[in-house]
């Protein structure tokens, strides 16, 4: 189905252009199916809130993290339906985006269940995880006015763009903080380590009576040794 085509006039045309999206759509949510381990429609998806919390709170942060790129493509997936929204007049057109609406409003309780638990790990997150999570909500949010024109109101949720917003500032707050705290003890390990190397330096000369003058150790005479101990 996602090589569908028919050509024989422009309308029909672009009715096989939506017809190849939610092709494009249904296979994207078998994809994401089976990289979360359970099938996304409305039925497994209702009523299993705190049972879908329990089971991202026992992931590891790099699973969080890989789960939350699969939902942020599906929903690029959907963005990329055809430019020819006039269409939604025609039944065939409008029911693809009733059904591909209904998967993007299950898609944004999945991602905000995996944002809400990340968010609450920030602090263990590592520079690399904080950057790929921010990468991927901004990824998000760049579908934001494609979504709103697809959709209209139907799957608006602003407390959810909120949500994402004040994550994001978080999330830049605390990488900046993680910076600051990786440069500052960068700089103090190599201040440790000249320190360590001058100090060592050091180590080997010793003050001589008889010559008045440095010398180091592997120059001092056995004789002379021998008196030191």
Not at 10 to 37: C, D, H, K, M
Not at 172 to 196: A, N, Y
Not at 202 to 216: E, K, P
Request: with cysteine; net charge neutral; charged share 30%.
């Amino acid at each position: 189905m996602s090589k569908f085509r028919q050509d024989s006039d422009p309308e029909r045309w672009e009715l096989a252009s939506w017809v190849r999206w939610y092709a494009t759509v249904i296979e994207q949510n078998f994809i994401v199916s089976r990289f979360l381990g359970h099938y996304l429609n409305s039925s497994c998806s209702s009523n299993n809130s705190k049972d879908d919390e329990d089971k991202a709170s026992a992931l590891l942060n790099k699973d969080l993290l890989g789960e939350l790129d699969v939902l942020v493509d599906f929903v690029e997936v959907i963005c990329e339906a055809p430019d020819s929204l006039h269409l939604q007049l025609n039944n065939l057109v409008y029911a693809v985006i009733r059904y591909a609406g209904e998967d993007y409003r299950i898609v944004q309780r999945e991602i905000l269940i995996r944002v809400v638990e990340l968010k609450d790990r920030m602090a263990s997150l590592s520079c690399n995880e904080l950057t790929q999570l921010l990468g991927s909500l901004k990824r998000f949010e760049d579908c934001k006015e494609r979504l709103r024109l697809l959709f209209v109101n139907r799957a608006r949720n602003d407390a959810l763009w909120e949500f994402i917003c004040g994550a994001k500032l978080k999330i830049m707050e605390m990488g900046k903080l993680k910076s600051l705290v990786k440069m500052e003890r960068t700089d103090g390990s190599g201040e440790l380590t000249r320190f360590r190397e001058r100090f060592g330096e050091l180590r080997q000369l010793v003050r001589l009576n008889t010559s008045g003058g440095w010398f180091g150790m592997d120059r001092v005479p056995a004789s002379t040794m021998s008196t030191m101990l």
